[in-house]
């Protein structure tokens, strides 16, 4: 996924796209994520669509973002968004998880137990992560200092992990359950504790399951 790269509001700005061409890429990009949950469940797609909560709060996430940023038809696009914000409260209720159609995120997320995450407004996470429950991704540090993560790609964070402030996130990086991570992380990095503190470079290749695309 191209993240912008600066997650202030002001960086986080959204490109205008056809409403057609990008409705078809949020099919696809949920698509990416319900692929990830049948590598985990042998079930049918249609039965893990109507039981995993992941894939709702996800699914909310993507068409709530979508009628954020590309759904340019009149009328139409008003009456979604209602629809949006009252499905993002539903979601909410059900799960207490908290993601703004304002943050970026890229394809194939997983998330096994979506209770308790919450995402800030201006995050940025790459593709094919993983988000453990009782996640935070939030705005951390004072002034100037005063930002939010950028994650990159295939990103294992574990339950209860927090991640705050100004800081970037390599691809291939693991955060071990619980760890509170206010620094920067190199790739492949594997950080536990509180503070997190880099154990490794084994990175999160053993966690993160998806289909490779050729
Ligand atoms: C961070 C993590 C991904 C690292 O995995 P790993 O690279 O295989 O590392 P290891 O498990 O071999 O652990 C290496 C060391 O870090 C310690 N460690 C591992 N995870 C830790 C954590 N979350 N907090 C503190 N220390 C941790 C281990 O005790 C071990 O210490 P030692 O070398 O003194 O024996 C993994 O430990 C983790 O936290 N996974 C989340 C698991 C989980 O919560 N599962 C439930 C899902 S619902």
Redesign the pocket.
Known sequence: MELTGDSSSKGNRLVVKNTRASFYEMLMCLREDLDRYMLLDERAWWVIILTCQGVWVTAQYRFSRWVKCDCHVPVIRQVLRLFCAISQRVVVMLTNCEFPNTAQIGKGLLI??PYGIVIHQDAQIGDYCNL??DTTIGIGGRKEKSGVPILGDRI?V????RIFGKISIANDV??????VVTKSLEANA????IPAKV??Y???Q??IIYRQQK
């Open positions: 096994p137990h453990g429950q294992f574990g339950p209860g992990a693991a955060i071990g359950a619980n760890a594997v950080a536990v504790g154990i490794s084994k990175g999160s053993d966690f």
